[in-house]
């Protein structure tokens, strides 16, 4: 066993940079996997053109005829660039893709065979999908799922395969996927945002949602991974004793990025801009051996298409370089964890990003508009935005004095705090000439057009207003972003809704003016939504007294933080606004509590057995040998054998203690896991393994990491912190 650790080591530390060549300019493979805009001019019919991107503009439905036009002639770009199958992609509720590959090629007779892509099987198709996890829906409706093109975003080439990016959902309607519902809230917020956008602009008729995820990862070599049995099965390190030197000196953060990883780095960019996934930024982050990536943020449907797609060819492009890619939050304890800063905006038509502030005070009360609105949702749902980032993984996170806590508070940053306080006098009914000159100059007016130097400071807070966007720091990095970006342009589309309603009343019942009825709104919604806000370090001690102190919640765990995903709110919003049913919504909550169950169940197995047949072995190895020598020094010193063998007798008793405590905190935990098994239902089990069976995971640990430090080097079969994260 041990003799594996060094083999690993010896054939690490002679890997070489793996050659990437770069002939093509960035700028010209751009795009040229992807039937974007440019392929589909180039290749269909005026009439398939125009039928394609009305669907993808407004929505319209596609007829068969021109189904069956841009299959053929997506076949036919297709198979210029060397494609032999085709495949629905979607995104299953188990966080990642699926694809199930077809062949065009279709026989007709006669020992002739054709190559063929039809409309109906651009459009619908069937996946034999059953084992993907439905929480009871297609038991209790239909047993069939079916994917459905989603032109709005396009298909692109993966391999020798045409991938179309589809929904899933069962024969009834209800969404099997993530995606479903993420392109029904975007309808919601285009709605409710678009009619509150023509308050100001009569012009605009469509407003769109944009994220911009910056993915941190971390790069591990691949041997060494492979020698970490809970790497593999986990996606991060059980145990294992801290290095002596981690982040402290902070020398990796921006630092030059080491050879390997920017091979890595660039045959991922290089990928990545074929299917046209707009990757722009790459740098080292905290951590050593981590790493982040960010591209240009795009409409969000398309931005969570790319980043599930991102995170796919991650693991295929490290792989070729002989690495490992983890996308866990949390790989390593005592460093620094991994997130997914999720930017968004909301921008219109007529091209104006309606969180950006403008040189008019016009503009400028439509930014406070949906800025104020923003904060306003959040207050409203902080529950459920916290749910929207709930997993088993991100709980190691949030909260653990690197990442934003659990407790949802949004960061606006000095500037527009003193603007907020000045809204907050605003007189109640009319308006004097006077008051409206002097907030027109002094207080919208002079809103500054560029706040982005004194909006970006504190990197602590969960929700942050980064100059002419949020960005919510709290996602975690293995997210699909979907989930994350369906509740907030929920509650944003709710809010903005709700906001039309008031202002409307106000206009006709009160005679109100359109921009004092708007400051009447916004001026309560500032006094109802102040104790959400907050510009202190978000990491400390303090703030979770002051946040309960607030009334706001800290829901630390993911079975207590998903009770928002059910509470009636949450199901009226999303019957409201058609986002998601009951049925839908309660499915996927007993999904996600499964998926809780499942990976502290396999994370409890795995534990169990590194600890007991890895680490206790090892122990009782070294502590035989030590035995030996004790025996010898007796039998050689006789009387003074006490005296000079102290130290080894001392490291026997200890091995022993350690080993004993691992033993029975194994057995216990598993008895624990035996009594969560037989509970019957999703919650109560997934709470019982959070509380029951998680806590015996630090007590483990701990006892196995003091081994590690006893026994011989030499002897210790795991790949060890230092090996892992200073290997370059
Ligand atoms: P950070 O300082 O957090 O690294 P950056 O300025 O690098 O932030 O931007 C991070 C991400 O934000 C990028 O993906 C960028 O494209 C995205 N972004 C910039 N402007 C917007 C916007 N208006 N809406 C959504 N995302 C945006
Ligand atoms: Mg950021």
């Known amino acids: 066993m041990t003799t594996f650790r060094f083999e690993v080591l010896k054939e690490t530390l002679n890997r070489k940079p793996v050659e990437v060549s770069e002939t ?57 660039k060397g494609v032999t199958h085709y495949t629905h992609w979607f995104q299953p509720l188990t966080g990642g893709t699926a694809e199930k590959h077809d062949s065009f090629f279709e026989p007709i007779g006669e020992g002739m065979a054709i190559e063929k892509f039809g409309g109906s099987e651009l459009v619908q198709q069937e996946p034999d999908a059953s084992s993907f996890p439905n929480g009871g829906i297609r038991n209790t409706f239909e047993a069939r799922g079916y994917t459905a093109w989603d032109p709005t975003s396009p298909a692109f080439i993966l391999g020798t395969t ?51 995820w910056e993915q941190e990862y971390f790069l591990i070599d691949k041997a060494l991974a492979s020698a970490r049995p809970d790497i593999v099965m986990t996606g991060r390190t059980l145990l294992g004793h801290a290095p002596a030197k981690g982040q402290q000196l902070d020398d990796h953060y921006f630092g030059s990025i080491p050879g390997r990883a920017l091979n890595f780095m660039r045959e991922l960019e290089q990928e990545c801009m074929k299917l046209g996934i707009p990757v722009k930024t790459r740098h080292n982050e905290v951590a050593p051996n981590q790493f982040e990536l960010a591209p240009i943020y795009e409409e969000a449907n398309l931005a969570v298409d790319h980043n599930s797609l991102l995170m796919d060819l991650m693991g295929k492009v490290a792989s070729k370089h002989n690495f490992k890619v983890l996308l866990h939050e949390k790989p390593f304890a005592g460093i620094n964890g991994s997130g997914k800063h999720n930017n968004w905006s909301l921008s219109t038509d007529t091209g104006v990003n309606l969180l950006s502030p403008g040189r008019t005070p016009m503009r400028n009360l439509q930014f406070l508009t949906f800025f104020i609105n923003t904060i306003k949702a959040l207050k409203e749902y902080e529950e459920l935005m916290r749910a929207g980032i709930a997993s088993a993984s991100n709980d ?68 942050a207003f980064t100059g002419n966007k949020f960005e919510f720091r709290a996602v975690g990095s293995l997210a699909n972003c979907a989930i994350p970006m369906t509740v907030l342009n929920s509650v944003v589309a709710k809010q903005l809704k709700d906001f039309k309603i008031e202002v409307d009343a106000l206009i006709e019942e009160k005679d ?11 001026r309560e919604y500032i006094k109802d939504s102040k104790h959400i806000l907050f510009e202190g370090n978000g990491y400390s001690a303090e703030w979770e007294i002051e946040a309960a102190k607030r009334g706001l919640s800290n829901n630390k765990t993911t079975p207590v933080a998903l009770k928002a995903d059910v509470a009636p709110k949450t199901i009226a919003l999303y019957e409201e606004l058609e986002v998601m049913n009951k049925v839908e919504i309660e499915a996927r909550h007993e999904i996600k509590l499964e998926e809780y169950t499942m990976r502290i169940q396999i994370e409890a197995r795995v534990l169990g057995d590194i600890a007991l047949n ?115």
């Open 614 to 728: 890895h680490v206790v072995p090892t122990a009782l190895n070294y502590q035989n040998v030590l035995i030996e020598n004790v025996s010898g020094l007796k039998e050689v010193f006789e009387e003074e054998f006490r005296t000079i063998a102290k130290d080894q007798m001392d490291l026997i008793r200890k091995i022993s203690v350690h080993t004993s405590a691992i033993s029975q905190n194994v057995h216990e935990m598993i008895e624990e896991r035996k009594k969560a098994n037989i509970l019957d239902n999703a919650e109560e089990t997934a709470m019982a393994y959070c509380d029951k069976v998680k806590p015996y995971f630090d007590i483990i640990r701990y006892h196995c990491d003091k081994l590690e430090l006893m026994v011989d080097d030499e002897m210790w079969p795991l790949v060890k912190y230092r090996e892992m994260l200073f290997t370059r």
């Open 512 to 522: 109100l003016k359109k921009d004092e009825a708007i400051f009447n709104v916004l």
């Open 396 to 463: 190691h996170r949030l909260g653990a004095n690197e990442a934003p806590p659990a407790i949802l508070s949004i960061f606006i940053g000095a500037q527009l705090t003193e603007v907020l306080k000045e809204l907050e006098e605003v007189t109640n009914g009319k308006l004097s000439p006077e008051e409206k000159t002097d907030l027109k100059l002094n207080v919208v007016g002079k809103i500054p057009e560029i706040l982005l130097d004194n909006t970006d400071r504190n990197r602590t807070s969960p929700f």
């Open 24 to 80: 093509v300019k960035r700028s010209e493979m751009f795009g040229c996997n992807v039937f974007s805009e440019k392929a589909m001019r180039q290749y269909l019919t005026k009439e398939a053109y125009n039928g394609v991107l009305s669907a993808i503009k407004v929505g319209a439905k596609i007829d068969r005829k021109i189904a069956d036009q841009v299959a053929s002639l997506m076949k036919e770009w297709a198979m210029s």
């Open 162 to 212: 045409l991938c179309i990016p589809t929904i899933f959902v069962s024969y009834t309607g209800e969404a099997l996927d993530n995606k479903t519902p993420l392109l029904r809230a975007l309808q919601a917020v285009d709605k409710h945002a678009t009619a509150v956008a023509k308050y100001f602009d009569k012009n605009v008729t469509k407003v769109n949602a944009s994220l911009g």
